[in-house]
């Protein structure tokens, strides 16, 4: 893939799997486990994860980076209501909360790229793509859990817009 076509693939994935949560669909959902290792896998193959100039400031962010983005899945995923219907099939749908994650995500990820820009760090499309595999992994690991926990009731809800 072309170096200018990897952040358009980056955007075009992002904002379709933004939009995708938006939606009433089933809690459990494996397929975006597969775009998000596929989003690693490319990522971590494309380079630049680590920059051998800086290795010790690079592993430090990388740290920093992996920290941050599980920690935005998971915040993502509690945005998210969940409730099982009739029959016991657990379903999800975004609400305004995760919108406002999304964008804090967003605008936490450019001040990390900023801040390792700051530190000489070489920003690569490689690292922005397993930051996006491995938030958007732990966002759907975590819905499917709390879609998990609501199966011992035929019915229920949990909504953070009370």
Do not use: C
């Not at 900023?114 to 938030?135: H, K, N, P, S, Y």
């Amino acid at each position: 893939m072309s170096s200018a076509a990897a952040p358009l693939l980056i955007v075009v994935v992002l904002a379709y799997a933004i939009y995708r949560q938006f939606k009433t669909r089933p809690a459990h959902r494996s397929a975006v486990l597969y775009i998000s290792l596929a989003l690693i896998v490319y990522g971590v193959a494309a380079g630049g994860v680590l920059d051998n100039d800086h290795l010790g400031a690079s592993v430090f962010m990388l740290a920093v980076e992996v920290v941050t983005a599980v920690g935005l899945g998971i915040l993502r995923a509690m945005t998210v209501r969940i409730w099982a219907d009739g029959k016991g099939a657990a379903w999800s749908k975004g609400t305004g909360w995760t919108l406002l994650a999304w964008l804090g995500s967003i605008a936490v990820r450019v001040a990390e790229q900023l801040a390792g820009g700051a530190m000489g760090l070489t920003v690569a499309v490689g690292g922005i793509m397993v930051f996006v595999g491995l938030t958007l992994a732990t966002q759907s690991l975590v819905v499917s859990a709390r879609a998990r926990a609501l199966s011992g009731s035929r019915t229920g809800s949990y909504n953070v817009e009370r």
